[in-house]
């Protein structure tokens, strides 16, 4: 038998019921009526108590406030002692997955200036910060990313803020999975499943501590040259659905090495965005008409 302490409160109508174990899993629920309690049997059970005005429970309790009708004095015990008895049957408190309100999620899709690559815009923050995945081997840190992967024709998943950059295969048109896409999308999102395990950042080395780091091991010029990227070059690439990573630059040869990623990955324009605006704005900037900037992945 479940046994269950009745404990006042500050509020003499409302009066507390700790059973001796856990009844919601860290969640907690407040019914003001019958209607409200449908997915409650048990509090659905108390509303036909005539003097419950509100229930509320959480962790290991039931809280009721009553309406002046009666005492508590009066009626507790018989309230514990129903209680008791529902809890020791063993049947359902609450059905959580069916009480927890899905947050309002939208997602549409936006074309970029890569054929084989759309943005999937959201209303929420989806990363802290950006990251890419080429393949289910690589997405192992995303439960996310490893889902969308499911999908035969995608290739690969680039993931920033609150927009999801998908590459397809040549195998189908995307008017044949944009809708299939964003459905999966805002259905994953909306059901708050998890898009990025908790140690992710620290295990691809993408911790504010880590980037700062990185930073400061770079000389002067190279620090110039991610301080230009960050403000004039990675906005504009991020709308269009893409991202441009810092590599490396070669004070002897004048060489900058960087990584494109997202919808820059292999976009038939990207060799004009590096040569005619990136490498030209370096070459300004920094005074120094011998730069020259290379993809690695280009």
């Known amino acids: 038998m479940t046994k269950i302490s009745i404990v006042p409160t500050s509020n003499d109508s409302i009066l507390k019921f700790e059973a001796d174990r856990f009844l919601t899993n860290h969640n907690s629920f407040e019914f003001n009526n019958i209607d409200e309690a449908k997915n409650s049997p ?17 962790s290991n309790f039931i809280a009721i406030e009553r309406f002046n009708i009666v005492d508590w004095n009066d009626v507790k015990d018989e309230v ?9 049957s063993g049947q359902t408190v609450v059905n959580e997955d069916a ?8 997602v549409y899709a936006e074309s970029t200036p890569n054929p084989n690559v759309l943005k999937f815009v959201c209303n929420k ?19 996310f990313a490893t889902s969308l992967f499911q999908f035969p024709f995608i290739k690969n998943v680039y993931l920033e803020k609150n927009f999801i950059s998908i590459t397809k295969f040549d195998i189908v048109e995307w008017e044949e999975i944009t809708l299939q896409l964003r459905e999966f999308i805002k259905s994953y999102v909306e059901d708050d499943k998890v898009i990025l395990n908790d140690d992710a950042p620290a295990q691809l080395n993408k911790t504010e501590k880590a980037k700062e780091k990185q930073f400061d091991a770079l000389d002067d010029i190279s620090k110039n040259i991610v301080n230009i990227l960050e403000e004039y070059v990675k906005p504009a690439v991020a709308s269009d659905g893409g991202n441009i990573e810092f590599i490396s630059y070669n004070n002897e040869t004048s060489k900058v090495e960087v990584l494109l990623q997202g919808a820059c990955s292999g976009c ?3 060799t004009f965005t590096l040569k005619n605006g990136i490498e030209n704005m370096l070459r300004e900037m920094l005074n120094n008409t011998t730069i020259f900037v290379h993809a690695v992945n280009e």
């Open 268 to 270: 038939p324009s990207s």
């Open 42 to 58: 048990l509090a659905k059970e108390l509303f036909y108590l005539p003097f419950v005005k509100k229930i509320y429970i959480a």
């Open 125 to 143: 923050l989806l990363v802290p910060n950006q990251f890419e995945f080429t393949s289910i081997e690589t997405a192992k840190h995303s439960p």
């Open 99 to 106: 009480s927890k309100p899905k947050s309002a999620v939208t």
């Open 80 to 88: 514990a002692e129903q209680i008791s008895k529902y809890l020791s």
